[in-house]
């Protein structure tokens, strides 16, 4: 079996104990992206330095070193996070020349554990999307099926943990940028809690809703990677310094008497009549499993997307007015500095970017401030209450990951809502700030990953990783690899 047919914690192992060597690990990798990346394109850049961090690492091991929990694992991260000397350009023109001079925390975490950075993967532009189509390096393709989008923004990660050109990847997560390509990939992605996981290197879209979580094959690597990646950091005003859970331990306790919720409402109207029947029978497996299962009620999650995206593009309108081309990053060529603002910000954005600046300068603006911003800024408040009074019922609350499964290249660049309501089941966990997780399930007739949605209770990722992997050990799903050479699908 080679190497890339193994889970993370698999090949951990293997190096551990010298079975295989990291060189040979992160050289299998990397031959993978060569043969591979033109079909797919989820990586944006390749790191030169990756087979010199894995023969240090051997050295290391050979000379009876202590070495970190992930030593030799090669691990792919979206390129709005920073990595020190390497190209960081959230998938936008207006960065395609920055090199950050240092990294962000959790890349300093992941290379304290021994993990080795392989390349930076392919995104939505300044993760504004949810298919990976408005990058600036061009659409991502779905391993399942290459004329499909990956989902977004995070579509590069998807695709290369799902193709098998990185064992695990990283993500960022606005309004279901890790959960929704998790789903159109058949992978697992973790969205935690926001302030567990540090933001301090990540190139911020909305900074109150951005979190950075794992995406792995499997909720037994989430967990491995969530107990490098979370804990407080000093240089993130946001940091929470509540105590970090053994993510492991907690894995192989049972079900039995899980209180999980359902809302009704996300099993009707507006989902894929497919998705709703694995999604159904899913529900099965976990009443097999012990989980008590109770219908519950929350109101308002039906304007979230609404006040997603009201609230996301102003806060995206404050975060990009730094990009004017004075102090770093692109400029356009101009004869006045008024014409040098204009023709960078005209260049240098993609039309997602754009528009969703103009969206957030209009709603901030006099005289609209309270008509819109405030007042999603209420939903939000009552979204949060809506959890708040369903988590003193259940512990987790269970559903679809998003309506459908993925569409084809092209098939919503002209339709915004259609686009926008890709995370109709994902941005309400963004705006109550609470971890969330999907998994995948049966998949479809015509063979496309469906995602299951499990949510929980703010700082209890614990809870949301063992419910993941109980269901992972009774069924397969999970384990499903897309064929290669990759193919097309009607």
């Known amino acids: 079996m080679t190497l890339s047919a193994l889970n993370a914690d698999v090949i951990v192992d293997k190096l551990n104990t010298g079975e295989v060597t990291a060189t040979d690990c992160v050289q299998h990798f990397l031959d993978r992206i060569q043969s591979h990346n033109g079909d797919l394109n989820a990586f944006i850049s390749i790191s030169e330095s990756a087979v010199e961090q894995a023969e240090s690492i051997d050295q290391l091991r050979k000379a009876g070193k202590p070495l970190g929990c992930l030593a030799g694992l090669p691990i792919a991260i979206k390129d709005g996070i920073c990595v020190a000397g390497q190209p960081t350009t959230a998938g936008s023109k207006m960065l395609e020349k920055f090199s950050p001079p240092y990294d962000a925390t959790i890349v300093e975490?992941?290379?304290?554990?021994?993990?080795?950075?392989?390349?930076?993967?392919?995104m939505d532009e300044f993760a504004m999307g949810s298919s990976t189509e408005n990058s600036f390096f061009g659409p991502t393709a779905n391993p399942w099926a290459t004329n499909r989008v990956p989902?977004?923004?995070?579509?590069?990660?998807?695709?290369?943990?799902?193709?098998?050109?990185?064992?695990?990847?990283?993500?960022?997560?606005?309004?279901?940028?890790?959960?929704?390509?998790?789903?159109?990939?058949?992978?697992?992605?973790?969205?935690?809690?926001?302030?567990?996981?540090?933001?301090?290197?990540?190139?911020?879209?909305?900074?109150?809703?951005?979190?950075?979580?794992?995406?792995?094959?499997?909720?037994?690597?989430?967990?491995l990677l969530?107990?490098?990646?979370?804990?407080?950091?000093?240089?993130?005003?946001?940091?929470?310094?509540?105590?970090?859970?053994?993510f492991l331990k907690s894995l192989e306790s049972p079900?039995?008497?899980?209180?999980?919720?359902?809302?009704?409402?996300?099993?009707?109207?507006?989902?894929d009549s497919e998705v709703n029947t694995k999604i159904t029978d899913s529900i099965s497996v976990f009443k097999q499993l012990g989980a008590n299962i109770e219908e519950i009620e929350m109101p308002h999650t039906k304007s979230a997307i609404a006040a997603y995206y009201i609230i996301a593009p102003c806060e995206a309108s404050s975060n990009l007015a730094r990009y004017d081309g004075v102090r770093y990053t692109f400029r356009a060529q101009a004869d006045d500095l008024e014409e040098m603002y204009?023709?960078?910000?005209?260049?240098?954005?993609?039309?997602?970017?754009?528009?969703?600046?103009?969206?957030?300068?209009?709603?901030?603006?006099?005289?609209?401030?309270?008509?819109?911003?405030?007042?999603?800024?209420?939903?939000?408040?009552?979204?949060?209450?809506?959890?708040?009074?369903?988590?003193?019922?259940?512990?987790?609350?269970?559903?679809?990951?998003?309506?459908?499964?993925?569409?084809?290249?092209?098939?919503?660049?002209?339709?915004?809502?259609a686009m926008y309501l890709a995370d109709i089941y994902t941005v309400s966990a963004n705006l109550a700030g609470i971890p969330a997780i999907s998994v995948p399930v049966e998949p479809s007739s015509n063979g496309l990953p469906i995602g299951l949605q499990l949510q929980g209770r703010a700082y209890e990722e614990s809870s949301l990783l063992q419910a993941a992997h109980q269901f992972q050990i009774a069924t397969s799903w999970h384990t499903a690899n897309p064929s290669e050479p990759w193919r097309t699908q009607s």
């Open 109 to 122: 975490k992941l290379k304290s554990a021994g993990a080795v950075i392989i390349g930076k993967t392919n």
């Open 151 to 223: 989902g977004g923004s995070s579509g590069g990660s998807a695709a290369c943990v799902a193709g098998r050109l990185a064992p695990v990847a990283i993500g960022s997560d606005t309004g279901g940028s890790i959960r929704q390509p998790a789903s159109f990939c058949g992978i697992t992605g973790l969205k935690p809690t926001y302030g567990s996981v540090s933001r301090y290197g990540l190139i911020a879209f909305a900074s109150s809703l951005d979190q950075i979580g794992p995406m792995t094959r499997t909720a037994k690597e989430s967990a």
């Open 226 to 246: 969530m107990s490098v990646i979370a804990g407080f950091d000093p240089r993130d005003s946001t940091s929470s310094k509540i105590q970090v859970a053994d």
């Open 255 to 271: 079900l039995s008497g899980l209180r999980i919720g359902v809302v009704r409402e996300h099993l009707d109207e507006g989902l």
């Open 342 to 417: 204009r023709n960078t910000r005209g260049q240098g954005f993609g039309d997602e970017v754009k528009q969703r600046i103009m969206l957030g300068t209009y709603a901030l603006s006099s005289g609209y401030y309270e008509a819109y911003y405030l007042k999603a800024s209420k939903v939000r408040r009552m979204i949060k209450q809506d959890y708040d009074e369903a988590f003193q019922k259940v512990d987790l609350i269970l559903g679809p990951t998003t309506p459908t499964t993925a569409f084809k290249l092209g098939q919503h660049t002209q339709d915004p809502l």
